[in-house]
């Protein structure tokens, strides 16, 4: 599938699943998974990094405007969107050369776990203390972002692994 065309189809079908079916699951008053934020995850890295950082935004403002939110997911996408290269480099321990032919899906899966793991929750961190503006609920912000973390990343790898291709 050409690039452009699987970046255009990743947007839409992560907003439209976001806004459509995920932002309706409450359960249990603390889980809410943001699956959207797999566009980070998935986007390939290029040096050339505006494009990347203009969708993010894009599609956090989006999920916002459907969400009836002030921007607080444009701001959490945007923010692991820009740390990105940084846990790239520090978890894979890849160099600036090697950022270019990084591919998520070659690598082993502790690394990918931890690295998906530390942006969601960063991610989640964010959203849920923005929501609540401020620390005067910080238990309230600790257990949703500890829940829908949770929830979010059963959520992602259980996509990846059946939207995986198998090599017979």
Same mark, same amino acid.
């Given at each position: ?7 255009? =189809?990743? /947007?839409? $079908? *992560?907003? %439209? #699943?976001?806004? &459509? ?6 359960? @249990? !008053?603390?889980? +809410? ?16 990094? =505006?494009? /990347?950082? $203009? *969708?993010? %935004? #894009?599609?956090? &403002? ?6 009836? @939110? !002030?921007?607080? +997911? ?10 990105r290269v940084f846990f790239i480099r520090t ?7 090697? #950022? ?13 776990? +931890? ?53 017979s």
């Amino acid at each position: 599938m050409n690039k452009t065309l699987y970046i255009a =189809f990743l /947007f839409f $079908f *992560l907003l %439209f #699943l976001q806004v &459509l079916v995920l932002n309706n699951v409450l359960f @249990l !008053g603390y889980i +809410n998974p943001y699956l959207y934020i797999a566009f980070v995850f998935l986007y390939p890295v290029r040096n050339n990094r =505006f494009p /990347f950082l $203009f *969708l993010s %935004f #894009l599609l956090g &403002l989006c999920v916002d405007a459907f969400s009836n @939110l !002030g921007g607080v +997911n444009a701001f959490s996408i945007l923010f692991i969107a820009y740390i990105r290269v940084f846990f790239i480099r520090t978890i894979f321990r890849k160099t600036s050369s090697e #950022l270019s032919t990084f591919n998520l899906k070659l690598e082993t899966f502790d690394k990918v776990f +931890n690295y998906v793991a530390l942006l969601t929750l960063i991610h989640h961190f964010l959203l849920f203390t923005l929501i609540n503006f401020g620390f005067s609920n910080f238990t309230n912000v600790l257990l949703n972002t500890i829940f829908s973390t949770v929830f979010t990343l059963i959520l992602y790898f259980l996509g990846s692994f059946i939207f995986s291709k198998k090599d017979s």
